[in-house]
């Protein structure tokens, strides 16, 4: 069993940057890949970014160059870094653990999810 909690969202203006945290326990997560997701109001949920264990990190493209995922292993914990945010961002944002290690972007390979963190960025 896996517990995932996420952190760090909250308001924020237009161009600013959030670091959103995903604490796992239960198991270490080493060799898993581990995902953002998120859901916009009237959406469905979508894949932000992946890191999977020995490989380099994947983002959609909307977010690329703009966010960084990123692991420490020591403390089990996943990143997002969020720079220059746009309005269009704004979602609740869910973390994702698949315990194969498939390094997919389709929400059915992760097995497990965390309550999702509201980030909110205004114009």
């Known amino acids: 069993q896996v517990q995932l909690v996420e952190s760090g969202g909250g308001l924020v203006q237009a161009g600013g940057s959030l670091r959103l945290s995903c604490a796992a326990s239960?198991?270490?997560?080493?060799?898993?890949?581990m995902g953002w997701f998120r859901q916009a109001p009237g959406k469905e949920r979508e894949f932000v970014a992946y890191i999977r264990w020995g490989t380099v990190p994947y983002y959609t493209d909307v977010v690329k160059g703009r966010f960084t995922i990123s692991s420490d292993n020591s403390k089990n914990t996943v990143y997002l870094q969020m720079n220059s945010l746009k309005p269009e961002d704004t979602a609740v944002y869910y973390c994702a653990a698949d315990t194969t290690n498939r390094g997919s972007t389709l929400l059915r390979t992760y097995d497990y999810w965390g309550q999702g963190t509201q980030v909110t960025v205004s114009s």
């Open positions: 239960g198991r270490t997560f080493v060799t898993y890949t």
